[in-house]
């Protein structure tokens, strides 16, 4: 589906809904938006994180003795729902900010809607519904995304009112440069990579870094969803890494992708170390994934009482670790219930509340994963990226 098409049937969930979802919210309650593949192994942990700092804080006595609720948005991680996702949350003026989307395809592919940068040539060919829809649109206000999870680069420069609170990619490629290089000591890597922000992001920062280190790319392909689906799938981009010696994999990309590589190479004869990004924490769940070498924003080992604190209280709610969009959420909700008592509860006091945290304002401590402060693009500053490594189903910090 083209973009124009995308947003025409977004711009079309905002006309059918956009008068009946005001209608519906109790004016005591603070609403905050929740956007992300929520029945996928990479959502799943955002929107229990979420639902726990919400119940915390309700039990407390909400904000200002208001309660908060979540509306909750499932994008599948799909960058076209995505769109109809941020139009929904929009649309209703309840809703005061948006912590998503968790794919960086899907946040930045729904950026325009949050920020209202709708351009004319979107209903280009008289589209009346797409004409209709952004007037609809541009009579509310536009929305905070700030994405727990979301590392492309392109984000940066999104809008005014897209944040993020993990790193960019600019520092997951250089750390797993380091990790395979200096750690491992391996010196002719394959990179595999999904065609798109993500996966290019973290390949050109992996790749550029590896080879000032003095080491070599033996090979750096690119993958989308129906070579994966394919019966060869990957195995002759495998197939030509390992005849051209490579020592040690890296995947840029998602984890159906990942599992099928991993499963490959392995069969292939593969021996040597496997690494990934982010976007393949939720291997960690899986058979396949020990000893993967995982780079991430926050790992549940975090070495910090508060971190472990909030960890313990997931799992004896959930009994299972919260991953690095999880330990996020959990934050950015609090964050949010501070900008909300302290800023203001409205979308412009919110927004500006937030671009103000770290420079005219202290920085937010979060209690899972420390301090949480924007620059001027909305980007987090001062977030490190470790890497961490499967084993016996849990995702731990590499020695």
Not at 18 to 45: F, H, L, Q
Not at 151 to 176: K, N, Y
Not at 223 to 250: Q, T
Not at 333 to 346: E, N, P
Request: aromatic share 6%; glycine share 14%.
């Amino acid at each position: 589906m083209s973009k124009e098409r995308q947003f025409a049937a977004a711009l079309a969930i905002v006309l059918a809904s956009a008068g009946t979802m005001a209608c519906g919210a109790k004016g005591d309650e603070y609403v905050i938006g929740v956007a992300g593949p929520i029945e996928k192994p990479n959502g799943r942990s955002l929107k229990m994180a979420a639902e726990m700092a919400v119940k915390e804080i309700n039990d407390a006595g909400g904000v200002d003795g208001h309660p908060l609720r979540l509306q909750i948005e499932d994008d599948g991680g799909d960058a076209a729902k995505a769109i109809e996702a941020a139009a929904r949350l929009r649309a209703n003026p309840a809703v005061l900010a948006v912590i998503g989307h968790v794919n960086s395809g899907a946040t930045l592919n729904a950026a325009p809607v949050y920020n209202g940068d709708f351009d004319e040539t979107d209903a280009a060919g008289g589209d009346s519904t797409a004409q209709a829809g952004r007037a609809e649109l541009k009579g509310t206000h536009p929305l905070v995304e700030i994405s727990p999870a979301s590392s492309g680069i392109d984000i940066t420069h999104a809008g005014d009112w897209t944040f993020r609170s993990v790193p960019t990619d600019l520092d997951h490629g250089p750390v797993l440069a380091r990790q395979v290089g200096q750690t491992l000591g391996r010196q002719r890597a394959a990179i595999l990579y999904t065609n798109d922000d993500y996966g290019r992001g973290v390949m050109t920062s992996f790749g550029d870094a590896f080879r000032r280190s003095g080491r070599q790319v033996v090979e750096s392909d690119p993958y989308v969803p129906a070579m994966i689906a394919g019966s060869d799938g990957l195995s002759p981009y495998l197939a030509r890494a390992i005849r051209n010696g490579a020592d040690a994999i890296v995947i840029a990309g998602q984890v159906d992708g990942a599992t099928r590589i991993i499963g490959q190479a392995r069969a292939m004869g593969f021996t040597g170390p496997i690494l990934g990004g982010d976007g393949l924490t939720s291997l960690k769940d899986s058979a396949g994934g020990d000893g993967l070498y995982i780079s991430s924003a926050w790992l549940p080992d975090r070495a910090d009482p508060a971190a472990q604190e909030f960890v313990r209280k997931y799992f004896d709610t959930y009994h299972e670790y919260p991953d690095h969009r999880g330990a996020n959420g959990y934050d950015l909700v609090y964050l949010l219930a501070a900008a909300i008592k302290d800023g203001g509860a409205s979308r412009q006091q919110i927004r500006d509340y937030l671009a103000g945290v770290g420079t005219r304002r202290p920085a937010f401590i979060g209690r899972a994963t420390g301090k949480i402060a924007f620059d001027a693009n909305g980007d987090a500053l001062g977030r490190e990226v470790t890497v961490g490594v499967v084993r016996q189903r849990k995702l731990v910090t590499a020695r």
